[in-house]
């Protein structure tokens, strides 16, 4: 239903993709549950989740695949699907990207990147498609096949092919997951570049923090098909507004406690909890908030159980006496701590937060 504020956001956001209140449902399942969200011109936007949070079918509303059951898509100030508009995803100037990229293995590398210009004469069509292939530095490989190509090359004749048509805005599914990881951290390097040289507004799908944190200026971290707290990579993983937005982006130490008077005490010490009810409460400490031997001195003993070498990092389990689970640690250089080892241990409160112990309640 259209209505004064709904325009005025229509009016002010030329230039954006806006979703208003979108849902989707699947007979009785609910795939997609009252999402709201924009993007600015050249912004990359990461829909972060688990699988089945709904991630794919948001991407697929927007793209035109599927019709939502309920609210709006305004695409450049113009509504793409609502009520009693649907135009059809051939007309919304939208880029798709998908993760098993989808190149037709019969026609050329070329010819792949010219499907998406059938609309336009052939020499104009070539020109912008050898242009594209270019971009991505496989001007050179226009007459191969794609299964001739790597699997980074492969992403990146999808992308062209993706891009070569000048979308409004480009959708990208999963894109890097089929990389293995070296390659999968120099392609998305690439590809973010390339978004950014372009001037390109984009919507990337990923179910992995650290991508999400690596590629988008913000990320919408979605459960059960909505979104449950958007902002910068620093504002979801330092402030998380919940349990589950916290457990995201890191593997805690979680110990059961009491709040009283906005105090916190565990085995490992006390902890500010302002601004929380007295009540049962969930201490969640970073592993790498425990300080092993640290100058100015700890507050709680601790024994070494066992250290596995991870590279950059050792991770480090250790036993508190007086606490039901061991405690895991991410340490640097830490060669000479070995099991059975005793310690003393700090925390830093800065990697300290703390939610009701009903995890559907939000931090305030």
Same mark, same amino acid.
């Not at 020109?127 to 226009?142: E, K, M």
């Given at each position: ?18 979703? %208003? ?21 050249? %912004? ?18 927007? !793209? ?12 450049? /100030?113009?509504? =793409?699907? /609502? ?21 037709? $293995? ?6 792949? =990147? ?15 498609? +050898? ?53 999968? %951290? ?22 992995? $923090? %650290? ?19 958007? /902002? ?15 457990r995201f982006f890191c593997d805690f130490n979680e110990i059961n406690a009491i709040v009283d008077n906005g105090r916190v005490t565990t085995p490992l010490g006390t902890f500010d909890a302002s601004g929380l009810q007295d009540g049962p409460c969930?201490?969640?400490? +970073? ?7 640290? $100058? ?22 250790? +036993?508190?006496?007086?606490m039901e689970h061991e405690l895991h640690a991410r340490l640097r250089d830490a060669r000479a701590y070995r099991p059975g080892q005793a310690i003393v241990l700090g925390v830093d409160a800065k990697d300290v937060v703390i939610f009701p112990q ?5 931090? !305030?």
């Amino acid at each position: 239903m259209h209505d004064a504020a709904s325009d005025e956001i229509r009016s002010r956001c030329k230039g954006f993709l806006v979703v %208003e209140t979108l849902r989707h449902t699947y007979g009785a399942l609910t795939a997609i549950d009252d999402v709201s969200l924009d993007v600015a011109p050249g %912004e990359i936007l990461c829909l972060l989740g688990s699988s089945g949070c709904g991630k794919t079918t948001l991407l697929r509303l927007l !793209a035109g695949v599927e019709q939502p059951s309920g609210g709006r898509i305004l695409l450049d /100030g113009r509504e =793409v699907a /609502g009520p009693k508009i649907f135009v059809p995803p051939e007309q919304r100037n939208i880029g798709l990207v998908f993760q098993d990229y989808a190149l037709f $293995p019969h026609m050329s590398v070329l010819d792949n =990147v010219l499907f998406g210009l059938r609309h336009m004469p052939r020499a104009k069509a070539q020109d912008l498609a +050898r242009r594209g292939l270019a971009r991505v530095g496989l001007a050179h490989y226009a007459d191969k096949y794609p299964q001739l190509l790597s699997g980074g090359e492969q992403q990146r004749v999808a992308l062209a092919r993706a891009l070569a048509p000048r979308p409004s805005l480009l959708l990208m599914d999963e894109p890097f997951s089929n990389l293995d990881q070296r390659l999968r %951290e120099q392609v998305r390097e690439e590809t973010v570049a390339l978004l950014r040289e372009e001037g390109m507004s984009a919507i990337v799908v990923t179910h992995d $923090p %650290e991508e999400a944190m690596q590629i988008a200026d913000r990320i919408a971290l979605m459960r059960k098909g909505a979104i449950v707290q958007s /902002g910068a990579a620093e504002d979801l993983y330092f402030r998380p507004q919940s349990l589950f937005a916290a457990r995201f982006f890191c593997d805690f130490n979680e110990i059961n406690a009491i709040v009283d008077n906005g105090r916190v005490t565990t085995p490992l010490g006390t902890f500010d909890a302002s601004g929380l009810q007295d009540g049962p409460c969930i201490v969640c400490i +970073r592993p790498q908030a425990l300080q092993f031997d640290p $100058p100015g001195g700890g507050a709680t003993p601790a024994t070494i159980t066992a250290r596995r070498f991870l590279g950059r990092v050792d991770r480090i389990k250790l +036993r508190v006496e007086g606490m039901e689970h061991e405690l895991h640690a991410r340490l640097r250089d830490a060669r000479a701590y070995r099991p059975g080892q005793a310690i003393v241990l700090g925390v830093d409160a800065k990697d300290v937060v703390i939610f009701p112990q009903d995890t559907n309640q939000t931090l !305030a």
